[in-house]
């Protein structure tokens, strides 16, 4: 498995500013996914980062909104821009340790964010 | 278009009590379906993934099974540390790595 930390692991904002979330992974991995969980629904994947590469971004999610970085084999950061009310949810990261083999995918405890 | 529902919503157990849950799913091409743990203010924990029907994973109380079009997690003897939502997921063969389409989940509480 692995270990995945984020940070912060909560935050309450005021609408129209901006967030950066990071996650840290324990190993190097070639793929981390960032999904969004909003009040009482399930998971929804926004993009795949690729170290390396432009993140791909899922229908629905656009990069102005949620720009990726992945500087290195080990972390990502995931910005919300320009926030409003309804980017009030969890957010996570996880990886793909070794799709070959094992397709198991890890997630990180999440950032909690409220925007007010 | 691909859909995972899961059923029932929310379910109470005694301790004891066995029970299962159901993950029905469309989906062209099936890559693998995944289950995990969710706890409240967590993250998802990895549980199983199952590639092909007629297979069966287990883990402590827990067994996953997988047909055509349903997977099914069995708790057997169920203890109150298995409270938790059990969240069942699909990746399609056409999809990228990494992209999960997840059912709502299922509420589980198991009272002593």
């Known amino acids: 498995s692995a270990v995945i930390s984020q940070k912060p692991s909560r935050d309450i904002c005021q609408r129209g500013t901006s967030l950066t979330i990071q996650c840290q992974v324990d190993s190097q991995v070639t793929m981390m996914f960032w999904y969004r969980q909003q009040p009482g629904q399930s998971l929804t994947l926004i993009a795949t980062a690729n170290q390396g590469s432009e993140a791909t971004y899922e229908s629905g999610f656009v990069i102005d909104k949620f720009p990726i970085s992945r500087p290195n084999l080990t972390f990502s950061t995931l910005t919300v821009s320009n926030m409003s009310p309804e980017d009030s949810s969890i957010y996570l990261c996880?990886?793909?340790?070794?799709?070959?083999?094992?397709?198991?995918?890890?997630f990180g405890p999440g950032t909690r964010l409220t925007v007010l | 278009e691909d859909q995972v529902t899961q059923s029932p919503e929310a379910l109470r157990l005694q301790e004891g009590e066995s029970s299962s849950l159901n993950c029905s799913y469309t989906?062209?091409?099936?890559?693998?379906l995944f289950w995990y743990r969710q706890d409240p203010g967590k993250g998802p924990e990895f549980l199983f993934t199952?590639?092909?029907a007629g297979e069966e994973k287990e883990k402590e109380r827990l067994k996953a099974t997988l047909t055509k079009k349903e997977s099914f997690l069995h708790i057997t003897a169920p203890k109150p540390e298995d409270s938790a939502t059990y969240l069942c997921?699909?990746?399609?063969?056409?999809?990228?790595?990494?992209?999960?389409?997840f059912g709502a989940g299922t509420q589980v509480v198991v009272t002593p």
């Open positions: 989906v062209s091409g099936l890559r693998g």
């Open positions: 996880s990886v793909d340790l070794d799709r070959v083999r094992n397709n198991e995918q890890f």
């Open positions: 199952l590639y092909s």
């Open positions: 997921a699909v990746q399609a063969e056409r999809d990228s790595w990494g992209k999960l389409q």
